[in-house]
């Protein structure tokens, strides 16, 4: 299985990004998919969630400026991000909660992540 994102680069605030995250490989079953973020020095904090059926849930500093989405037919997760500012400068890293048979249960896969910097 491997989840591999797109979507990163150098914006000026104020500007946007959509971010991509493809899963592939063999697996039977996804469940929910998600962004977390990891600045330079600082946790990995989740940026926003989206479950299989579309309910979503967002960090708080991102409520309003950034919208997550998926398409279950491409097993693709999405983050349109908008107003980017230069705190929402990190590594943002893609998250599916997935079982590779149909005899195990559902673990975490995470992919490599995709830089965002935001700067004038």
């Known amino acids: 299985v491997n989840l591999v994102e797109s979507g990163g680069g150098l914006v000026q605030p104020g500007g946007s990004l959509r971010l991509s995250c493809a899963v592939s490989g063999t697996f039977h079953g996804l469940k929910a998919m998600g962004w977390y973020r990891q600045a330079p020095g600082k946790q990995r904090e989740l940026v926003a969630i989206i479950s299989s059926d579309g309910i979503t849930n967002y960090t708080e500093s991102t409520k309003g400026h950034f919208t997550i989405s998926r398409d279950n037919a491409k097993n693709t997760v999405y983050l349109q991000m908008n107003s980017l500012k230069p705190e929402d400068t990190a590594l943002y890293l893609c998250?599916?909660?997935?079982?590779?048979?149909?005899?195990?249960?559902?673990?975490?896969?995470w992919g490599l992540g995709t830089q965002v910097t935001v700067a004038s």
């Open positions: 998250y599916a909660d997935l079982r590779t048979t149909y005899y195990t249960g559902y673990h975490p896969w």
